[in-house]
């Protein structure tokens, strides 16, 4: 998807400590992909192909929680590999359906996927640049900042999402942390371990 959009300059604070955990008024639930919904592969490499895309375990459960709940959940992707010439918007699509086709065995589903393929520097849809979310507000004109979340596991996903002016999770995948995870865990609102269990204990919590 070759998105162009306007940057923002809003500047990166925190919301009141009071809020970070009040996520009622969360109706549409952004997702990073690699580390949130499938495995990231190591530091400095790219997942090229369909074989090596591996959903993470409870990932499935998870999603259907939130499509039961009634939010919308979207995808929000840099893919600079693309731009690279390491695989093909083909090679993605087929990781995007192998990801549909698993999440459809247990009656979930995302409601959109937004890809960034550009390399950095060549325009405003990379994270930490707000262009996805802002294309993903006018094709869901019921999104707002204000009801609006983002989980990713990287300092871009994080920026991305307080400039924006959305409430942000940081989730801590099982690699060692890089200095600017650490950075990215300090300014998120919540840091977790894993989607499922933001959803399990923040967005779709049994009932007493």
Known sequence: MNLVMRA????????????????????F????????????PPSGQYITR?????VLPGIAE??????????KVIVVTNQRGVALGLYSL???????EK???????????VDAIYVCPHDAGQCTCRKPQTGLIEQAFVDFPAARSDNSLIAGDSQRDIEAGLRAGLTTVFVQADEARTPDDQKA???AHLSIASLPELVKHYLCPPRP
């Open 185 to 187: 865990a300090g300014l």
């Open 50 to 54: 369909v074989e090596n895309f591996e």
């Open 8 to 27: 923002c300059s809003k500047s990166i604070t925190a919301m009141p400590r009071e809020l970070r955990f009040d996520f009622s008024n969360i109706r």
């Open 99 to 109: 990801l549909r086709e698993e999440l459809a065995q247990y009656g979930a589903h």
């Open 62 to 71: 998870a999603i259907a929680a939130l499509n039961r709940s009634g939010r």
């Open 29 to 40: 639930v952004f997702l990073d992909r690699d580390g949130v919904l499938n495995r990231r």
């Open 90 to 96: 083909d090679d993605l699509d087929r990781m995007h």
